[in-house]
């Protein structure tokens, strides 16, 4: 098996949702696969010294430390290849009783998916939900019906995936998947099962791959001892939408476009626009950006008004608006050629109103920009990929409080989420003289980019932490050879109250000449 090949499949692992946040496990993984590819069997006592950093003296007869972590680590990896991993074609692991990585080709053959119709609309995953009565009596069909239209309701305005309306009558002497995903080309099964217990109803959801038959989410909600008011119906929504079909983490999302990936055939083209930007909600880097701009533009090019393809152009603009890759030229003229056609197209949809208000910020108009920021609630409060943006968006214009609070809920709505929502949130606690939660915000940002840097060698250095300071400085200048200039271009188009905050930020960068 290719190293370079077993590499990418280790990066893929330790840049994973699963692994982002383990760094002792991260660093057991790393140093065990490069042991065995080096050719060499580690001991416990090496494994301890060099990968998890014990004094050498360690002593594995005494300490179980060694044998702790691996158990740890085995488990993780069950867990990655699980989810994340689960169609990844080279699987690593560490079988029990050693401490030698192990390298397997996984070559399933998937079944075929349904063959697709083509679309002038770019296309996510289709999902049927499907409402079950489990309680004792089974009389109590009238709720869970009632409560499976109300969220097919509110799903219907999202954007980015499809929600099917079902008979619930006819669903109960139907069988999935063979007649329910035949008949409606659904890729998931997402079950609402109602269950009572003496006071309360419980909501147990449990998402199902159409193809594979795999359970790939469930959980469980109290919805207490009547039909649940407004807010707790719209928070368990909210929830549940995001895990499952939020466009930058959503299981769903991210299961159906690695299957695509997976097949080894072309993926049909009204599905590529959705399916090529995983890479880059999976790993934000330059590079997927890219590759997610050209398939997009692409798109547009044949089917000017696809209504997703243009909310994605506009987005790509926020993008490259806020981390500078530099691939699109006149971002304005971009970004209002996408608006129009949106509010030709979809005048109704939260996310013509979103990127309406980002484009009114640029050119200044603060007030109307916040007017049709607020629009975008209104239609649509329970997406929380519209809701961090709202968030950036009211930061921007200079709403620091009421920004936060949409970005903190988006991060406290679950706990899956990407990592760059720290990012604002550091800010915003810069900016209000908490530093110490401003660090911890800071050390909680993964994704590579120049933003991460800045903002860590600063808030350490704010906090008098000179040292892991002046250590993030050192890597920044090592990174970015020409941070002067991207320094100057980072805050370029940003409003006059944001770069005030983030010049004062650059002022606790390490002003000590760098060896």
Sequence with gaps: MDAIEIRNELKRIL????????????????????????GHTPSQKEIAIQALRQSIDFNDLENPLVRIQAGRLRKQLDEYYANEGYFNTIRISLPRGGYQAKFTAHLANYPAAYEPQNSSLSLGPNLICIPRDFTVNKAHWEYIACLSRDYVSALSKFSFFQVLFIDETTVQNSSWPHDLAKKHHTDFGLFLDLYKNNTTYDLKTTLVHS????????????????YPPPPLRDRVFKQITHEILSYECGIAQNYWARYWLNLNKPIPPQYQTLVMVRPYAWNITAKNFHTTLLVCEERLRIFPNDINALI????????????KYNYTTNLEKKLRFSVEQLQKNAPNNAYTYLFTAFLYMIENENEAALQSVEKAQILNPLDTHLNILTGLLYMSLGEWDIGATYVKDCIEISSTY??????????FYYKKNRYLEAIQEARQIKFQHLWKSILRSSFYGVNNLNEKSLKEYKNLLIEHPDFDQQQIALTHNFTNNAQAVINKIWTHLPQKPVD
Excluded at 24 to 38: D, I, K, W
Excluded at 211 to 226: N, R
Excluded at 418 to 427: E, T
């Design 15 to 38: 840049t994973s949702r699963c692994f982002r946040s383990r760094r002792v496990l991260r660093n057991f993984l790393a140093y065990v696969v490069e042991s065995n590819l080096a």
């Design 211 to 226: 193809v594979t038959m795999e359970v790939v989410w469930a959980k469980s909600f109290e919805l207490g001892s009547y």
């Design 312 to 323: 994605m152009s506009a987005d790509h603009c926020r993008i490259e608006y806020l981390l």
């Design 418 to 427: 990407p990592d760059w929502y720290h990012v604002p949130l550091s800010i």
